[in-house]
């Protein structure tokens, strides 16, 4: 027996030395949440800068991946102890879940204050999807209730050089030129499109960006709303392009297997004329091959019946949490923080568009080609009804199926329009 | 000792580890069955009892994620068989105490400790249809006309993903095995030696009977490890093309993650909780009945 | 012929042992060569030889994921909850192979059954509850959950192990005057030697990749384990890819040791000399 106490001595003496007492939390500074890896050592750079100025310090903490940063700020929301200031990852019914739960700040009035002064810097875009107008069907009391600190598009990027080795003059503007480019690459021997497909939410982009060209707005929210049937011949003709798109022959292979940033490793290095990818590609091509020479063009229209629309909007928001002692604070140092000099700062350092629209001069070329599709953005949380993930995830797959061969345009509208009926019923 | 107060003192020696299991596993475990009776999207102050919907609907009506289940079930029956076979192989080999058997013991160690980040890149890029090295050896050999996008046909994906899981598992098997066979006392063997038993005859009839519990360890292990395995399939293929290589955990964590129904990932968990306990109980029985023929 | 017999099986035994061996080490020279290349080269150029090997890598992962502070807090978190994880489940493993007491059958398929069942949803409970307990963002509560995690299994694998071992040396101890514990520490253990080593890998492992739980329940940056050093290299778009792999490869180092320490134990296994005393 006294063994045993022994070891239960030398058990809990370990116990206890290595156990920190916890220290009472600190609220003499303003503690941020975020999972932007890239943009921590600007952060850090940001917060000294303004612990110079104002005295009030401020800690940037990342938890990185998003996918794990997601977890603990629901954990966080359950016990109440989110940070001053923090990012929420996630569709516009988490943010509204959020703000039901009382855990943000309605930002309107500051925005709102001196004339709209804060308000004014932002692109329209940016405040949308934080944004919640009047009688919303998430019913969130209208307000906009996050502020973005830089903007994000996606679009088409082509290699200019390897366009002109197979003697392509100029980047297709239409889908038939975009289908004959990506066969003659292919005689030629280079690989025609790349984007990260196992990542089905880029999926989901295009064949939204190819539903407003084809059929417009209107149509596409009223499916959403069940209305309209995905049993259309214009969400038909859409699927349809993913069949011409695999019979051109001219997708990477492992496609649909592969996540975004393998896709960037292939456009890098030169090794495919076109991928589909975000903004944020600017960083990652100049740190993989910086004389990669490319430019960037909006999806070629499939349809001039209405305009090709882009995904895009806030990149990375950040919220203020409304049970923060340092709320007041933290509004004030947002505002710093979306201030010109600091979101230029932001630019050069993380080459990131800004949010703040007097930034936007003095940005890299390929940026800028980025920056100047602003108005043909769009993005689901700024429509005013989404669609079911459980439909996303039908056509998404389905969309793999095709490419892979599985399944016929057809079949996929048919299916997806079944589920469709069936989340409807389980709802009500 | 009074027989109660002897079996009070037994029951101090599990004690710590029932203490310990009942404030982190019990109490998270009742709140997650009784997520499992609700909706919920893990933020809302407020869920929404539903009863034993959530069963009904991953019993009756996810395709998915009974598609992941035989797909989870014939990555596990690859591991059973190529792998264990090969780990038994393996640890008969080092079990002999062949010269430099200590560099093998480490080197097919290495499999399991490396991350699954550079497993994911290096298997992809084996595995790639355009530059990848798999194809660029079956050229080499004249087998070119196998070449494909392994990862991507629909036709090899879950067996190219079974076979990287195998070879990142078998290592854990090996080792659990070779300690299994240090523990036998050798003196079995040379008394079997004496008794003119032959290599073969020592194995069937000195090996194996001590090895059968060792067995079923790795046996139960293994269906463990592979059917919540997933880490690998986000990293390699995200239970792409078109679903064809996703597992119950994956569904899970779209669930949660991706669809924000937490009561659904929680149901889904305990369905899947139960069978591999029934599965384990069932092996269990086996070899109760093995040990006792 | 005898001899020549046993060079010709030797020799496909090798062969077939170089050929796994070739297979596995592949990956950690890609790794390593990766480690040593820039940004720029490490997909362009995928040989395995680096023309100029970019070392400086291995400092910048050093310094930039800040690891001489994580490194401690992950060998402090190794050494606590494997100790703790071999010391409560090798005390559970022993009662439920050799003693007798109430409800035991039951306790013990329960943590069978705990092995079995994931709890995806059960981070956000266990974190309240740590909040409730004053334990969250403490090292204290970080050990006690991966306890938690690693205890079923070990208790499963050592009850299989103790009950292949022969009863005889524990019988004779016990007429010695021996009391349980006693048996338990200085009989039963030493024979689970190669038992207690796996469990003791299996473990470190675990604790020294474990992430998420970590991210989940500690907030301050100073008790934060290794993992997190290796975050900062890949964002959500951006991932540095040779830093990375030079980091990757200087947390693995230690796992390796700590292989190369124990696999000792599995195979010069004390049971054939305690047998023989």
Known sequence: ?428 | ?293 | MNRLNKIFINTVIHSFLIFVGLICIFPLLWMLASALKTQQTVFKDMSLLVNSPCWSNFYIAWTKGNFSMYFFNSVLYALSVVFGIVFISSLAAYAFSRLKFPGKNFIFYMFLAAMMIPLPGSFVPLYVLLVKLGLANTRTGYIFSMINVGLALSIYLLKTFFDKLPRDLEDSARIDGCGRLRIWWNVALPMAKPAIAVVTIFNTLNVWNEYILALIILQSKSIMPLQKGLMVFQGAHFTEYPVLMAGITITIIPIVFIYLFMQKFIIKGLTAEVLLG
């Open chain 1, 1 to 428: 027996m006294r063994l045993l106490l022994g070891v239960f001595i030398a058990f809990t003496l370990i116990f206890g030395g290595c156990a920190s007492k916890d220290k009472a939390v600190k609220k003499d500074r303003i503690v941020v949440w975020h999972w932007m890896t890239d943009r921590q050592e600007a952060f850090e750079e940001l917060s000294k800068k303004y612990e110079d100025l104002t005295g009030i310090k401020v800690n940037f903490e990342l938890f990185s991946p998003p996918d794990s940063y997601s977890q603990k700020i629901l954990a966080a929301a359950q016990a109440k102890t989110l940070s001053d200031i923090f990012g929420v990852l996630g569709e516009k019914i988490d943010v509204a879940s959020f703000i039901k739960a009382g855990h943000v700040v309605d930002l309107t009035p500051y925005l709102e204050e001196n004339e709209a002064e804060w308000k004014s810097r932002f692109f329209t875009s940016a405040l949308a999807v934080t944004s919640f107008e009047k009688d919303n069907a998430f019913g969130v009391t209208e307000g906009t209730y996050a502020i973005p600190i830089d903007l994000m598009n996606i679009q088409m990027v082509c290699n200019n050089k390897l366009l002109r080795q197979a003697g392509i003059q100029r980047p297709p503007q239409a889908w038939e030129e975009f289908i004959a480019d990506l066969k003659t690459l292919k005689e030629k021997g280079i690989k025609g499109l790349v984007s990260g497909w196992a990542e089905t939410w880029m999926i989901d982009c295009m064949v939204s960006n190819y539903a407003f060209n084809i059929m417009g707005e209107d149509k596409v929210i009223k499916t959403i709303k069940a209305e309209a049937p995905y049993t259309d011949s214009d969400w038909l003709r859409v699927f349809k392009l993913f069949e011409e798109l695999r019979d051109s022959g001219g997708l990477a292979s492992g496609v649909v297997t592969m996540d975004n940033k393998y896709a960037e490793q292939l456009f890098a290095n030169e090794k495919v004329a076109f991928a589909f990818n975000g903004s944020w590609c600017v960083n990652v091509y100049q740190g993989m091959n910086p004389k990669l020479d490319y430019s960037v063009i909006l999806p070629p229209e499939a349809s001039d019946a209405y305009p090709m629309k882009i995904w895009g909007g806030a990149g990375s928001s950040f919220y203020v949490n409304a049970r923060s002692f340092l709320s007041k604070e933290a509004v004030e140092f947002l505002k710093w923080l979306t201030d010109k000099e600091q979101q230029v700062f932001l630019v050069n350092k993380t080459k990131n568009l800004p949010s703040n629209r007097q930034a936007l001069s003095g940005i890299p070329k390929e940026l800028s080609e980025f920056a100047d599709d602003s108005d043909s953005i769009t993005h689901p949380n700024m429509w005013p009804f989404q669609e079911y993930p459980a439909v996303i995830e039908a056509f998404t797959k389905g969309v793999q199926s095709i490419i892979i061969g599985e399944k016929t345009a057809q079949e996929l509208v048919e299916e997806v329009q079944r589920i469709k009926e069936k989340e409807i019923q389980r709802r009500n």
């Open chain 2, 1 to 293: 000792m009074k027989k109660g107060t002897r079996e009070f003192t037994n029951f101090l020696f599990v004690l710590p580890a029932l203490i310990i299991f009942s404030v982190f596993y019990i109490y998270p475990f009742f709140k997650v069955f009784n997520l499992s009776m609700h909706s919920w999207n893990g933020i809302d102050p407020t869920m929404k009892f539903v009863g034993f919907a959530h069963f009904k609907e991953v019993i009756f009506d996810d395709k998915a994620w009974w598609s992941s289940m035989a797909q989870a079930g014939y990555i596990t029956l690859w591991a059973l068989t190529f792998q264990n076979f090969l780990a038994l192989l393996l640890a008969l080999a080092c079990d002999r105490a062949i010269r430099a058997g200590s560099v093998y013991r480490v080197i097919f160690f290495l499999p399991p400790i490396l991350s699954e980040i550079v497993v994911g890149l290096v298997w992809k890029w084996i595995y790639n249809g355009d530059f990848g090295l798999l194809n660029h050896w079956l050229s080499m050999v004249g087998l070119g006309y196998l070449a494909r996008d392994w990862l991507s046909d629909s036709s090899t994906a879950l067996t190219a993903i079974a076979l990287v899981h195998c070879w990142k598992g078998f290592g854990w098997a090996f080792i659990i095995l070779l300690a299994g066979l240090q523990t036998i006392p050798r003196q079995l063997y040379e008394a079997a030696t004496v008794d003119g038993a032959d290599a073969l005859k020592r194995f069937t009839n000195v090996t194996v009977p001590m090895m059968i519990p060792v067995f079923v360890l790795v046996v139960i292990l293994t269906i463990l490890g592979t059917m919540q395995g997933f880490a690998l399939i986000l990293a390699m293929t995200r239970g792409g093309p078109a679903g064809h290589t996703e597992v119950p955990v994956i569904r899970i964590l779209f669930s949660m993650i991706k669809y924000r129904r937490f009561g659904y990932a929680c149901c889904q968990a305990l369905i899947f909780g139960f069978i591999l306990v029934c599965i384990s109980f069932m092996l269990n029985r086996v070899s109760k009945f093995f040990k006792q023929a």
